[in-house]
T-cell receptor
C-alpha cells in the first residue's frame, strides 16, 4: 500500500518568513496530492491540492510543487502570519489502493 | 448550513460498552468515510462507502462496523469498547470516490475509561 512520509514534524518560523513542508510517497500510481490544515480542536480543511499532470500550483501565499520522478511534493507558505499556525497534513491518493493516505502532520508555529 | 455533521461531539464511556456515532452530509456526495485520529494526530482511514456499498475496509477490528441507511448518512457502531479506542473520529465525504476534496465533519472525541 501507499506510504507517505512528512517532514518536519514541528516547524517554527518568524512572522513574515517562509515555511516549507516536504512529503514523499511510495506508490507511483498515486495521482492526487492534497494538503489539509487542521487548527487546534477543529476539523481538517483542504487548503490546496495538485494532480500528477501538474508540477506546481499557487494560491495567493500558498504553493505546492510535485516531483513525480522523485515521488515527493512540498507545501510552501510565504509571508507567514500567526493565523497560519496549525497542523498541516499532506496526503496521497492511490488509484490502485483507492484511498487517501495521510502523512504524520507538521505542527507549524508562526511567532509574532 | 453545516455540510458534514456528526453527533455526539463528545462521548465518554466505560470499557466493554457499545456505542454509535452518527454522521450526515447535505452536499449530495456519493462517498463517505470514517477516519480515526489518535493522540499523536495521525489520521488513518477506517472505512469508506460509495452509494451504500463498502469500497474500502482497512484492517480495523471487527468490533467496528459502519452502517449506511442512505447516501447521506454513514454511522459508526463500536462494540465492546477498549481503552485503545479513545481517539477523535472524523466523518468525511467527497463528491465521488477518488481524487476529490474530502469535507470533514467536526469530529467526535471518544474517551473510554
Amino acid at each position: 500500500g501507499e506510504n507517505v512520509e512528512q517532514h518536519p514534524s514541528t516547524l517554527s518560523v518568524q512572522e513574515g518568513d517562509s515555511a516549507v513542508i516536504k512529503c514523499t510517497y511510495s506508490d507511483s500510481a498515486s495521482n492526487y496530492f492534497p494538503w489539509y490544515k487542521q487548527e487546534l480542536g477543529k476539523r481538517p480543511q483542504l487548503i490546496i491540492d495538485i494532480r500528477s499532470n501538474v508540477g506546481e500550483k499557487k494560491d495567493q501565499r500558498i504553493a505546492v510543487t510535485l516531483n513525480k520522478t522523485a515521488k515527493h511534493f512540498s507545501l510552501h507558505i510565504t509571508e507567514t502570519q500567526p493565523e497560519d499556525s496549525a497542523v498541516y497534513f499532506c496526503a496521497a491518493f492511490s488509484g490502485s489502493a483507492r484511498q487517501l493516505t495521510f502523512g504524520s502532520g507538521t505542527q507549524l508555529t508562526v511567532l509574532p | 448550513d453545516t455540510a458534514v455533521s456528526q453527533t455526539p461531539k463528545y462521548l465518554v464511556t466505560q470499557m466493554g460498552n457499545d456505542k454509535s456515532i452518527k454522521c450526515e452530509q447535505n452536499l449530495g456526495h456519493d462517498t463517505m468515510y470514517w477516519y480515526k485520529q489518535d493522540s499523536k494526530k495521525f489520521l488513518k482511514i477506517m472505512f469508506s462507502y460509495n452509494n451504500k456499498e463498502l469500497i474500502i475496509n482497512e484492517t480495523v477490528p471487527n468490533r467496528f462496523s459502519p452502517k449506511s441507511p442512505d447516501k447521506a448518512h454513514l454511522n459508526l457502531h463500536i462494540n465492546s469498547l477498549e481503552l485503545g479506542d479513545s481517539a477523535v473520529y472524523f466523518c468525511a465525504s467527497s463528491q465521488v470516490a477518488g481524487s476529490y476534496e474530502q469535507y470533514f465533519g467536526p469530529g467526535t472525541r471518544l474517551t473510554v475509561t
